[in-house]
């Protein structure tokens, strides 16, 4: 922030420069009252030189007006995450996870009209939406970034300014759960996702039971000094959950994923890298990516040794480990068949043997993926806007970035 050099001195003063070397003079008295604090006025870095006698503080962007706080959006009609307004996004998504992911993957596009750029925008929250054509096909390309929370932003706020039906693949990356997974394999969750979420209320539970058995048992019974239990097979119990009744992770029962998205991107993905190379099944959304996921260390008692080993035993045909495609699928079913959705995942790590995939390899690995998704969300079906949509958007004069 900085003060405008014209200032109007009220008390005892010493002279001192601002940042642009101009002589100013700073009071440094303290107000007799509360009510003689005069809050500063916020103005733009243009107005400073025109400022009055009153403190002003600078910033250094512009801050949106938002009204409805159960969905906000600003005068133009701009998200609260994304930043887009109707016209910015096309009906068919490629989300990714990160912005250099984006921009890699929009090369893939077709080259704009002459002396005019993809469109592309950048909230102020990071999500980057790049909006053009792949043959022919109005497609957008949005930077997603990790979690579910993140992937709830962008499915709900693409919806909102995206008329007609809407098909989304998510491109990301994941762990290999078993074999036939393998690194740099493309994983599809064709059979759908299953969500796995930390429960703390486990260890709340844990707490208070711990200490009741503490109080109940004296230390001569369990053979310690300090009244724990030694012997009494509590460590056994507090893994399986014998304490609270409860185990420390919770999964869901599978979402489906849309078949026919399904169907397309698995034969797009066969022919760009190989049959051998795509594996289709079920995924799991963690909603970490250390505890969810099996990830074991001393730091954090996080009681999740055999959690992988207990997820494979329930779900055999369970293929990738990953935190975003869980959410895609469960909102695109609670749209009534409004979104087609798909997630794919390039294999980063193999859970099951510990390896890890040489990052040199990855660039080429995304753009197979990337091409196999934009080919199969160009080819996918769509019903597009309503009679009423339609009118609407006439009578609004929604203009489209991508004409």
């Known amino acids: 922030m900085y003060l405008s050099g014209r200032r109007r001195a009220m008390g005892p003063k010493s002279p001192c420069s601002d940042m642009l070397g101009r002589q100013i003079r700073v009071n440094v008295v303290a107000p007799p009252s509360l009510s003689a604090y005069r809050r500063p006025r916020l103005v733009t870095r243009a107005q400073v030189d025109k400022a009055d006698d009153h403190a002003v503080a600078v910033i250094g962007r512009h801050k949106p007006t938002y009204k409805n706080a159960n969905f906000p959006t600003d005068g133009e009609g701009r998200t609260y995450h994304l930043g887009t307004k109707e016209g910015e996004v096309a009906p068919r998504i490629l989300s990714v996870g990160?912005?250099?992911?984006?921009?890699?993957?929009?090369?893939?596009?077709?080259?704009?009209?002459?002396?005019r750029p993809l469109f592309q925008r950048t909230s102020s929250r990071g999500f980057l939406t790049i909006t053009g054509r792949y043959e022919g096909?109005?497609?957008?390309?949005?930077?997603?970034?990790?979690?579910q929370p993140n992937m709830d932003f962008v499915v709900r706020e693409n919806r909102a300014i995206v008329r007609g039906q809407m098909a989304i693949v998510r491109l990301g990356t994941c762990g290999a759960v078993q074999r036939p997974a393998k690194l740099g394999d493309l994983l599809i969750a064709a059979h759908g996702s299953i969500a796995i979420r930390r429960d703390p209320d486990y260890w709340t539970l844990m707490d208070g039971r711990e200490s009741l058995f503490r109080a109940s048992n004296g230390a001569s019974r369990n053979g310690t000094a300090n009244g724990t239990a030694s012997t009494n097979g509590s460590g056994g119990a507090a893994t399986s959950g014998g304490f609270t009744g409860r185990k420390p992770y919770m999964t869901s029962l599978p979402v489906p994923a849309n078949s026919q998205l399904?169907?397309?991107?698995?034969?797009?993905?066969?022919?760009?890298?190989?049959?051998?190379?795509?594996?289709?099944?079920l995924n799991a959304s963690a909603d970490s990516f250390y505890s969810s996921q099996g990830r074991t260390g001393s730091d954090f008692d996080d009681r999740n040794e055999c959690l992988l080993a207990d997820l494979v035993a329930a779900h055999?045909?369970?293929?990738?480990?990953e935190m975003e495609t869980f959410q895609l699928l469960d909102l695109a079913r609670c749209t009534k068949g409004s979104i087609k959705a798909i997630g794919m995942c390039v294999a980063l790590a193999e859970r099951y043997s510990n390896a890890f995939l040489e990052y040199h390899k990855l660039e080429e690995l995304e753009i197979s993926g990337g091409t196999a998704a934009l080919r199969a969300l160009v080819h996918v079906s769509l019903d597009g806007p309503s009679e009423a949509e339609a009118e609407t958007l006439k009578e609004r004069e929604v203009q489209y970035v991508w004409n």
Not at 137 to 146: D, G, L, Q, R, W
Not at 262 to 280: F, H, I, N, S
């Open 98 to 115: 990160s912005v250099s992911r984006a921009l890699l993957l929009s090369k893939l596009l077709d080259p704009p009209t002459s002396g």
């Open 137 to 147: 096909e109005p497609v957008s390309i949005v930077s997603t970034h990790m979690g």
């Open 262 to 281: 399904a169907a397309l991107l698995a034969a797009e993905a066969a022919q760009v890298v190989g049959p051998d190379r795509v594996v289709e099944g």
């Open 316 to 321: 055999p045909d369970l293929v990738s480990l």
